[in-house]
């Protein structure tokens, strides 16, 4: 057995410019959270703008975010002054549908599997479609439930982007950032959203983004501080049902969960009476429950099996089983932002609060910290 800290860099680096960037970071997402989230969400519903900043282990990046519909001629061009100008618009996948904007290419290789559809224009009044205003307008007619797919030409100069229902509690990026802000005010759900810059082209990171958003007087939150945000006030899941069982030997709980997004169900195999203040054993997978206890009796040697064992037989362990994969997409690298959404918040359900990992690889979980959980070691090779 093979017992590492984990990979999470909070954990690791320890160079005093690691520090000093993780300090920043915590300005951002010190105690008044709840403050300066009321303080974005009151910027996007009176129009304004508001600076999200994403997961330093993610892109580390901050965007700038308004509602759709507040788009104007003045606003855009503040945005393209400031930004790279690539607009994009997060949309509900049921809008993208409606205008039948499919995904820009088959197999999305964009690193943290943004989906981007195709992008569009606004067609009535279009000259070339990419001036503040013109852009504007796209912003606008997007945000427009009376507006159809013909009212838009293909390609365009504004991108839109697929949101993963469930938002930030489910995918800690700022396409969800942005619309659940937009929720969040009463605004319809569409944004735009586009990554700050310097002068000189490079992107701005938090001591950039902090000074920006201080000259502009301008609201500035971090994406883990609209998680806790919407974790203290939505339900992701519910609990459906709850049944003892016995597996090797030991007595254990069965939880079943449904996702209130959804309707896919998430099973936490549960063995002892959960103390937040221990450290619990915590398996994450994703597959069929039944399918597994059964494998466990006949092939008591293959990893889950194992990993099944450990946790019935330790003092305090969540073994958790995810939605299975429904597509070649959902096998990708960019599934772990649904995995840690759905997990965290079921552990979090449970009382989880410090963790021992069963993982038979190397992983990080940006945003994790959000749901008040603490990943303490990794266990491989089990």
Not at 235 to 251: D, F, R, S, W, Y
């Amino acid at each position: 057995m093979n017992i590492t800290r984990p990979s999470i860099r909070v954990c690791e680096h320890a160079d005093r410019h690691y520090h000093a960037r993780r300090q920043n970071h915590r300005a951002i997402t010190m105690s008044n959270d709840f403050s300066r989230v009321q303080d974005a969400v009151a910027s996007i519903e009176a129009g304004g703008f508001a600076v999200v900043v994403d997961d330093e282990d993610r892109e580390n990046e901050g965007d700038l975010i308004i509602a759709a519909e507040a788009a104007t001629q003045q606003n855009m061009a503040f945005m393209i002054r400031h930004t790279s100008g690539v607009i994009c618009a997060p949309c509900e996948p049921a809008r993208l549908d409606a205008l039948a904007l499919p995904p820009m290419v088959e197999r999305n290789q964009e690193l943290h599997r943004c989906t981007f559809t195709v992008s569009v224009d606004y067609l009535p009044g279009m000259t070339t479609g990419i001036s503040a205003l013109e852009r504007a307008r796209t912003l606008n007619a997007l945000a427009d439930p009376d507006t159809g797919a013909g009212d838009f030409i293909r390609p365009g100069h504004i991108f839109p982007l697929k949101y993963q229902p469930g938002g930030v509690l489910v995918r800690s990026g700022h396409t969800e950032a942005a619309l659940d802000l937009c929720r969040l005010a009463g605004r319809r759900p569409a944004a735009a959203l586009c990554e700050l810059v310097n002068d000189d082209g490079t992107m701005q990171r938090v001591p950039d983004l902090l000074r920006f958003a201080e000259a502009h007087d301008l609201p500035i939150i971090s994406i883990d501080a609209l998680i806790r945000y919407r974790a203290r006030h939505d339900v992701l899941v519910e609990e459906v049902a709850a049944t003892p069982m016995q597996l090797h030997g030991e007595p254990l709980d069965v939880h079943v969960y449904r996702t209130v997004f959804d309707d896919k169900q998430i099973t936490a195999v549960v063995k002892g009476s959960i103390d937040g203040e221990r450290p619990t054993l915590v398996r994450v997978v994703k597959g069929d429950p039944h399918r597994d206890f059964l494998a466990s009796a006949v092939a008591p040697d293959n990893v889950i099996s194992r990993s099944l064992k450990m946790i019935a037989q330790a003092p305090q362990g969540v073994f958790i089983y995810l939605p299975a994969a429904g597509s070649e997409e959902d096998e990708t690298p960019g599934a772990v932002w649904r995995e840690v959404g759905l997990g965290s918040y079921v552990l979090n359900a449970l009382g989880v609060r410090r963790i021992h990992l069963l993982a038979s690889r190397e992983l990080t979980f940006p945003g994790i910290a959000s749901f008040g959980l603490s990943i303490e070691t990794i266990i491989k090779e089990f």
